[in-house]
Every structure is written in structure tokens, then in C-alpha cells.
């Protein structure tokens, strides 16, 4: 009795984890899309490309079918989501890997994590992104420059019209290419699943929405010598480091919700009282850009491949630092080696007459610490 007491327990409080072969869609697409362009003979093989994905559900698979030509442009968007979320946390425990080995790019959620939702949203906005800049760049059969109205506050000797990046085509293809996964199962209500479900869907479209308002006119000047009275202006997209910059804020501040009776997403009331009422004081509109959040986050100090953990050994981490990468908080306390690397470089050229440039070589020392 006690151990079904004990199991109940435990798969209450760790939800049945959402198959994480099935949930990385991202990381076949990347991986294959390195290797594949869209040229002729690649098309007339176009079946065994979408076969060989991994991980797509079955309508991402008819979408594969039917819109091959945006596949690499899906891999190489998730490909800079993933890089990108890499660049923005390669200071604090959870670095946005996968226990190495595992096959997978990118970082592997069982649990419905605040890590989770940045992933989502970040994968979500990188594959608009994406989208979005090939179709300006007319490299998609189904889409070209953007056709976004020109902007009520434009200058009214400014030219609109340059070829700008379609976000709006983006937005609706990444919405329908992978958001399609979250529709096509049906969980009964209030299942972790199902929760888990919504939570995956809010966070696709934040990240989506993101790409949409962070794009803005951008104008270029043309006038004689330098002047700047001539102007040409389009629809621009964020860069991929702004976008991650604005998602990780939105990380920080992410909301945790839970699954009501109902079956509908409800927000948990945070734990620090300032914070929750000035949630309540909030318009409704302004909860809808932000990440949300199931779950508790797992360890990321230690490794542990079923929850996807890398831990922190063998990290990098600077002594002295005040941040999340000092070794104390890096190292979880477990302290760190120091280690002294040598490189050899040449140095103190000098030019000899004539012709030759004769240096010496220099020996540079410098110590790195690696968490243990
Ligand atoms: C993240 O940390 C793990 C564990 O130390 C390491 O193996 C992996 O290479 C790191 N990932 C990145 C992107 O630096
Ligand atoms: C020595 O190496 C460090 C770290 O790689 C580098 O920042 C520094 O510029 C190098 N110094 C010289 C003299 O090359």
C-alpha cells in the first residue's frame, strides 16, 4: 500500500513526461537542414527528406510534404533559436544543452519549466524569423516582400515601398507548422498532458508575437552628396539577438500557471506579495506577451539524463565574479580546479631589409577555472 502511496506520490509531483523524442520536433530539422538545399534535384527527392524528420507529428509531416522548400528555412530558424538561447544563458547553470550523446540539438524539457517556456518561445520566434527573411529574400515559392500598409506616422515625403521582411507570412506559417502538434492530440481535460499542451501553445505565440512587434520601419536615406531628403522605407525584423534579449526578460519575469477545473490555464499567485498585486492591478492584455510556466525547474547542477540535465561540471567559471557565472554559484559549491593554459603565439615582429618579417615566439599563460 505504503509503495502505491509512493508512486502516486511521485508521478503527481513529476508529471508524466511528454515523450521527448516526440516533443524536440526541432532537432532532426536542424540537423538534417544543414545538409540539404532546395535545389532541383533535392526537390525531385523531396519524400525521403520529410521522411527521414524525426519527431514531427503527423500534420507537421503533411505541412513537411507540402511546403518543402521552407523546411531548411524551419532547421536553420530553429538552429539560430537554439545558438542564440546558448549565447544568453552560457552564464547560469541550466546552459541550454542536452546531456551530450543524446543525439539531440538543443535543450530537452520533460517538465513544463520557466527553461521550457524560453525554449518554446525562443524556437518559435527564430522559425518567424526565419520564415520571414526568406520570403523578402525570394527564396520561398509562396510568399515575397512584405505587403504591410504604410504606416500612419511615416513622413509624408518618405517613400514606403522597399521590399521588406514578411513577418506576417512568418507568424502564420510558424503558427500553423508548429503549433499543429498541440492541436492534433487530445488529452482529456485537466491531464498533465493536456496542461502541458496549452502552456507549449501560449508560449509559441509569445515568442511569435515578439518577432511581429519588435518589426519596424527602417529608412534609408538617398539624396544628392550625402543630404538626406530623399527617404525609402519597409518593414525591418529584429535581430535574433534582440529577440533573445527580450525574450530572456520576459524569462525572467515568466508567470507559473496551473490547469483549473475547468481545463483552462490559471495564474498561480507568485509568493512575493508585491509581485502578485501588481499582477492583479495589470490589465488582462499585458499577461498576454508574457512566458509562462507549469513546473518547478529540476536541478541544474547535476547531471541527470532523464530529467535532460547537463549539470555544471567541466564548466567554465570566473572567480571573483559577482554574477550567476561565479564559481560559487557555477560550481553549486562544489567547488573548481584551476587549471593554467599555455599558448604560443608569435610576436614582436620586426621588418628586416629586405624583405622578410622575422618575430619571436611568446609564451602566454593564463588560468582558467573549471567547476568540479
Ligand atoms: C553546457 O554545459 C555542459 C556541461 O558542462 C557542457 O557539456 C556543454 O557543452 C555546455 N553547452 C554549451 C553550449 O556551452
Ligand atoms: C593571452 O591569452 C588571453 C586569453 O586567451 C588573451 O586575452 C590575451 O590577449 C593574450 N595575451 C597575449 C599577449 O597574447
Known sequence: MARILLLFVVSVLWPAPVDALEAAWWSSIAQLSAHYTPNSNNL??????????????????RI?????????????????????????????????????????????????????????????????????RRCRLGLLGSCGCSEADRPDNLHKDWTWGG?????????????????????????????????????????????????????????????VSGSCNLKTCWMQMPTTRQLGDALVSKYR????????????????GQPDKRDKSDFSKQPKQNFKSELVFLDDSPDYCRTDIVAGTTGTQGRPCK??????????????????????????????????????????????????????
Request: proline share 4%; glycine share 10%; charged share 25%.
Open 44 to 61: 525531385l527527392g523531396a519524400k525521403p527528406f520529410c521522411s527521414q524528420l524525426t519527431g514531427l507529428s503527423p500534420g507537421q509531416h
Open 64 to 132: 513537411c510534404d507540402l511546403f518543402i522548400d521552407h523546411m531548411p528555412a524551419v532547421g536553420q530558424g530553429a538552429q539560430e533559436a537554439i545558438s542564440e538561447c546558448e549565447h544568453q544563458f552560457k552564464q547560469q547553470r541550466w546552459n541550454c544543452s542536452t546531456p551530450s550523446g543524446s543525439g539531440y540539438v538543443g535543450p530537452i524539457h520533460k517538465r513544463g519549466t520557466k527553461e521550457a517556456a524560453f525554449t518554446y518561445a525562443i524556437l518559435s520566434a527564430g522559425v518567424t524569423h526565419e520564415i520571414g
Open 163 to 223: 521590399c521588406g521582411d514578411n513577418v506576417d507570412y512568418g507568424y502564420r506559417f510558424a503558427k500553423d507548422f508548429i503549433d499543429v502538434r498541440e492541436k492534433e492530440k487530445s488529452f482529456p481535460k485537466r491531464s498533465n498532458d493536456h496542461g502541458r499542451s496549452l502552456m507549449n501553445r501560449w508560449n509559441n505565440e509569445v515568442g511569435r508575437r515578439v518577432t511581429k512587434k519588435l518589426t519596424r520601419p527602417r529608412c534609408k536615406c538617398h539624396g
Open 253 to 268: 519575469t515568466a508567470r507559473r500557471i496551473q490547469i483549473n477545473q475547468r481545463g483552462n490555464m490559471q495564474i498561480v
Open 319 to 372: 572567480r571573483g565574479s559577482s554574477g550567476p557565472d561565479s564559481c560559487d554559484m557555477l560550481c553549486c559549491g562544489r567547488g573548481y580546479n584551476t587549471f593554467t593554459e599555455e599558448t604560443h603565439s608569435k610576436c614582436k615582429c620586426k621588418f628586416q631589409w629586405c624583405c622578410r618579417v622575422v618575430c619571436q615566439t611568446c609564451l602566454n599563460r593564463t588560468t582558467v577555472d573549471i567547476c568540479k
